[in-house]
């Protein structure tokens, strides 16, 4: 199986910064990589999905990039809403594999 | 609008199975796969498996085979994710969610989750 590593798993932010999230994978998926957001007690959501492009109605404010092992999920300023936990997933392979999720908190 | 809507809470005893339900409403059925993702307390998602609606064609995750069985009722527009001689360690929420390919995709629409618990 493909295996996707996230970092960090933790990450503590101000409303206002820039913040990055990695998913590196174990072996090539091309771009078939998908990015969630988690609340407490919610379902995920689709952000982004083939690497980089983004859900309609997802704030323009996030972006993915990334191809082969790399990827990036990006929250260009963040918001009260967006404290949450993320994680990527790849589809490349037909078994699915989720990275262990990154927390981002408030700082 | 897409709806998928799971079925209630379940507390069982270890070595019982478990059959949970995810209705589908809002779009064609048979025209999307349905995958299964659990999430353990304070612990991430897990891919279990994918089932199409289309032919009943499944995936399972390795770590589930021969524990797990997806079925569909096109007639109701529904899919079951049922699992067998449950542990302690399958106590979790188990989510239900469209797939946007055949075969393995994003996962854009989700149930609100079934809360499993395993406990003597």
């Given at each position: 199986d493909i295996q996707m590593t996230q970092s960090p798993s933790t990450l503590s932010a101000s409303v206002g910064d820039r913040v990055t999230i990695t998913c590196r994978a174990?072996?090539?998926?091309?771009?078939w990589l998908a990015w969630y957001q988690q609340k407490p007690g919610k379902a995920p959501k689709l952000l982004?999905?083939?690497?980089?492009s983004l859900e309609s109605?997802?704030?323009?404010?996030f972006s993915g990039s990334g191809s082969g092992t790399e990827f990036t999920l990006t929250i260009s300023s963040l918001q009260p809403d967006d404290f949450a936990s993320y994680y990527c997933q790849q589809y490349n392979s037909y078994s699915q594999t989720f990275g262990q999720g990154t927390k981002v908190e408030i700082k | 609008q897409v709806q998928l809507v799971q079925s209630g809470a379940e507390v069982k005893k270890p070595g019982a199975s478990v059959k949970v339900s995810c209705k589908a409403s809002?779009?064609?059925?048979?025209?999307y796969g349905i995958s299964w993702v659990r999430q353990a307390p304070g612990q991430g998602l897990e891919w279990m498996g994918w089932i199409s609606a289309y032919n009943g064609n499944t995936n399972y995750a390795q770590k589930f085979q021969g524990r797990v069985t997806m079925t569909t009722d096109p007639s109701t527009s529904t899919v079951y994710m049922e699992l067998r001689?449950?542990?302690?360690?399958?106590?979790a929420v188990y989510y239900c969610a469209r797939e946007e390919a055949y075969g393995g995709s994003y996962l854009s629409y989700w149930g609100q989750g079934t809360l499993v618990t395993v406990s003597s």
């Open positions: 174990s072996q090539s998926i091309s771009t982004i999905y083939m690497a980089s109605g997802v704030p323009s404010r | 809002g779009y064609t059925f048979t025209a001689s449950l542990r302690s360690d399958d106590t």
